[in-house]
């Protein structure tokens, strides 16, 4: 067996390094039933499909059962988002009628309707949203038994997993095998939900594997190396030795980052650095709490309407916030509702616009639909009783969008004081610094804002007029340019001069490499990727 080392696998995820066999699950397997039936078969088919249903839900309750003693709410919330699409009536409904009225067969009748919904999320660009398919592929695979394939259990062995792509629910199942010490997606995104769980749990793992998914064959014992991203197939003794030594210096590396959860982060030169986190989905907040945040930075609301593909009632608004702001002790800056550009989706009618980022876009959008936003504003105030709340305006490009958001605001109060519900009457309001207008009106909008918060990655996108999500000028886009560093200075001047509070906000907060020039430019608030936390502290301390 040849060595060979396959050197840009792909994209590096999560982890380090591990040694294992490859066990490879092939999803592209044609399913083996029959396409239709015949009339008199409709009871029987309807009936299979009953039974299908019922076995589904009862696999899923034994892996909650198996979860009763997991305190990892990230898997409870999965689990139950699978078990609503398995029990969806309009699901359910429409198999049925496919069986009864196209006699197709249980499986053809299946996998028709998945497709269907599959089709409507292959128009949508945002990929949170996009990633959600895969918990509609896993409940496909449980209702035509192909879940089986993804039984791990009878793995002894250090294994492998290489597979074209993976539902949260999968990762949940897979990593509850110690076996399992490495993941190889052939697709899959940084930001997708299994992503984060995979990132959360620290599994080492490669996506992105496209052109060399085909050379890891079944059973070959290979090196995977999620740092260098490289893979070695039948790996020599010097590989294998060499990789040991870095699972251990990985595990060293670990346990320094973490004994500076319950250090204060300060600059060598005794400046105090706020590093909160940036969350957009509900299962993040354990991992920020577990790497000490200091509340949280931002939170990207958007993420819960999306994910609900409807528009979330008061009530519904208040418990997710509630929930979240009642788990920190400090701030918790909630952003309203950043909705266009890339982040649409179904439950609102929008016009097609011909360039989205300019559009209809975030605090524009709200002020358009005052209904909604009325409504989030007042979920927001309700949740303020419980914890420490700021409200954050995304996409603010003129001053009248602040003083008109704050109307209504006091409108939302008064309507809560009628009905005698409590609320912090002293709420502070913030903008995110995102375009050019409002970096050349600071001084205007320092005097109707508490803070500021300051978005790279749409403040680099409209000073340098580099769409941040087109491959094609990504060399354009560059959050260290100088035109940026000029934007950022001239903000936090008035801000200093005026006592305003202002945070980095944008990916390039979570960069180790550049962080530096950012401390240096004299931001002392950070919120950052929940996984980069620590990382990011240790540069802080470290920092002159
Ligand atoms: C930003 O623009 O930097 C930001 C944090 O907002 P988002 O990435 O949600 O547009
Ligand atoms: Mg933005």
Same mark, same amino acid.
């Given at each position: 067996?040849?060595?060979?080392?396959?050197?840009?696998?792909?994209?590096?995820?999560?982890?380090?390094?591990?040694?294992?066999?490859?066990?490879?699950?092939?999803?592209?397997?044609?399913?083996?039933?029959?396409?239709?039936?015949?009339?008199?078969?409709?009871?029987?088919?309807?009936?299979?499909?009953? =039974?299908?249903?019922?076995?589904?839900?009862? *696999?899923?309750?034994?892996?909650?059962?198996?979860?009763?003693?997991?305190?990892?709410?990230?898997?409870?919330?999965?689990?139950?988002?699978?078990?609503?699409?398995?029990?969806?009536?309009?699901?359910?409904?429409?198999?049925?009628?496919?069986?009864?009225?196209?006699?197709? %067969?249980?499986?053809?009748?299946?996998?028709?309707?998945?497709?269907?919904?599959?089709?409507?999320?292959?128009?949508?660009?945002?990929?949170?949203?996009?990633?959600?398919?895969?918990?509609?592929?896993?409940?496909?695979?449980? !209702?035509?038994?192909? @879940?089986?394939?993804?039984?791990?259990? +009878?793995? %002894?062995?250090?294994?492998?997993?290489?597979?074209?792509?993976?539902?949260?629910?999968?990762? #949940?199942?897979?990593?509850?095998?110690?076996?399992? /010490?490495?993941?190889?997606?052939?697709? $899959?995104?940084?930001? @997708?939900?299994?992503?984060?769980?995979?990132?959360?749990?620290?599994?080492?793992?490669?996506?992105?594997?496209?052109?060399?998914?085909?050379?890891?064959?079944?059973?070959?014992?290979?090196?995977?190396?999620?740092?260098?991203?490289?893979?070695? !197939?039948?790996?020599?003794?010097?590989?294998?030795?060499?990789?040991?030594?870095?699972?251990?210096?990985?595990?060293?590396?670990?346990?320094?980052?973490?004994?500076?959860? =319950?250090?204060?982060?300060?600059?060598?030169?005794?400046?105090?650095?706020?590093?909160?986190?940036?969350?957009?989905?509900?299962?993040?907040?354990?991992?920020?709490?577990?790497?000490?945040?200091? $509340?949280?930075?931002?939170?990207?609301?958007?993420?819960?309407?999306?994910?609900?593909?409807?528009?979330?009632?008061? +009530?519904?608004?208040?418990?997710?916030?509630?929930?979240?702001?009642?788990?920190?002790?400090?701030?918790?800056?909630?952003?309203?509702?950043?909705?266009?550009? *890339?982040?649409?989706?179904?439950? #609102?009618?929008? /016009? +097609?616009?011909?360039?989205?980022?300019?559009?209809?876009?975030?605090?524009?959008?709200?002020?358009?639909?005052?209904?909604?936003?009325?409504?989030?504003?007042?979920?927001?105030?309700?949740? @303020?009783?419980? $914890?420490?709340?700021?409200?954050?305006?995304?996409?603010?490009?003129?001053?009248?969008?602040?003083?008109?958001?704050?109307?209504?605001?006091?409108?939302?109060?008064?309507?809560?004081?009628?009905?005698?519900?409590?609320?912090?009457?002293?709420?502070?309001?913030?903008?995110?610094?995102?375009?050019?207008?409002?970096?050349? !009106?600071?001084?205007?909008?320092?005097?109707?804002?508490?803070?500021?918060?300051?978005?790279?990655?749409?403040?680099?996108?409209?000073? !340098?007029?580099?769409?941040?999500?087109?491959?094609?000028?990504?060399?354009?886009? =560059?959050?260290? =340019?100088?035109?940026?560093?000029?934007?950022?200075?001239?903000?936090?001047?008035?801000?200093?001069?005026?006592?305003?509070?202002?945070?980095?906000?944008?990916?390039?907060?979570?960069?180790?490499?550049?962080?530096?020039?950012?401390? *240096?430019?004299? /931001?002392?608030?950070?919120?950052?990727?929940? %996984?980069?936390?620590?990382?990011? +502290?240790?540069?802080? #301390?470290?920092?002159?």
């Amino acid at each position: 067996m040849t060595r060979t080392l396959i050197k840009s696998a792909g994209q590096t995820l999560a982890g380090c390094c591990a040694i294992g066999k490859i066990h490879k699950i092939n999803q592209s397997q044609e399913f083996n039933a029959k396409k239709n039936i015949d009339k008199q078969e409709i009871e029987k088919e309807l009936k299979k499909f009953e =039974d299908s249903i019922t076995k589904a839900n009862q *696999d899923i309750d034994k892996t909650l059962l198996h979860l009763a003693d997991s305190d990892d709410e990230n898997f409870h919330k999965i689990i139950k988002v699978h078990k609503s699409i398995l029990n969806d009536p309009e699901i359910k409904k429409d198999i049925a009628q496919l069986i009864q009225t196209k006699l197709h %067969s249980m499986e053809t009748a299946i996998n028709k309707k998945f497709l269907e919904i599959e089709e409507k999320f292959t128009s949508i660009k945002n990929p949170y949203l996009k990633e959600r398919i895969k918990d509609y592929k896993f409940v496909k695979d449980s !209702l035509i038994s192909k @879940s089986n394939l993804f039984d791990l259990k +009878k793995i %002894s062995e250090p294994t492998i997993l290489v597979i074209e792509e993976i539902s949260p629910g999968q990762v #949940i199942n897979f990593h509850k095998n110690k076996n399992l /010490v490495g993941i190889c997606l052939k697709h $899959g995104s940084r930001t @997708s939900h299994a992503s984060i769980i995979l990132k959360s749990l620290n599994l080492t793992s490669i996506i992105q594997l496209e052109k060399n998914y085909q050379f890891l064959e079944e059973g070959a014992q290979i090196v995977l190396n999620a740092i260098e991203n490289y893979i070695i !197939l039948n790996p020599n003794k010097d590989d294998l030795q060499k990789c040991e030594k870095e699972i251990e210096a990985e595990k060293i590396k670990e346990a320094e980052l973490r004994k500076l959860i =319950d250090k204060p982060s300060f600059t060598k030169s005794k400046k105090r650095i706020k590093i909160r986190a940036n969350i957009d989905f509900e299962e993040e907040v354990q991992v920020a709490q577990k790497n000490g945040a200091h $509340g949280v930075g931002l939170l990207r609301t958007e993420m819960f309407y999306i994910e609900k593909n409807s528009l979330p009632s008061v +009530k519904e608004q208040f418990q997710y916030y509630k929930k979240i702001v009642s788990q920190f002790q400090n701030s918790v800056i909630i952003r309203t509702l950043d909705f266009g550009g *890339d982040k649409s989706f179904g439950a #609102i009618d929008s /016009v +097609k616009e011909e360039n989205p980022n300019l559009g209809m876009r975030g605090i524009r959008f709200s002020l358009k639909n005052r209904e909604i936003f009325a409504t989030q504003l007042e979920a927001i105030l309700m949740a @303020s009783a419980f $914890g420490k709340i700021k409200i954050l305006l995304p996409m603010v490009s003129k001053v009248q969008e602040v003083t008109e958001s704050k109307k209504i605001l006091e409108s939302c109060k008064k309507k809560l004081d009628k009905e005698n519900l409590p609320y912090d009457k002293n709420i502070k309001i913030g903008i995110m610094i995102e375009i050019p207008s409002v970096v050349f !009106l600071i001084e205007e909008f320092a005097e109707v804002c508490d803070f500021f918060s300051i978005g790279t990655n749409d403040l680099t996108q409209y000073t !340098l007029a580099v769409d941040r999500n087109n491959q094609q000028v990504k060399e354009h886009y =560059d959050e260290c =340019d100088p035109a940026v560093f000029c934007a950022l200075k001239t903000v936090l001047k008035v801000a200093k001069q005026k006592n305003i509070p202002t945070s980095l906000c944008g990916e390039i907060a979570s960069n180790p490499e550049k962080i530096d020039k950012f401390l *240096d430019l004299g /931001v002392d608030e950070l919120s950052v990727n929940t %996984s980069s936390i620590l990382t990011i +502290k240790k540069k802080v #301390i470290n920092h002159k």
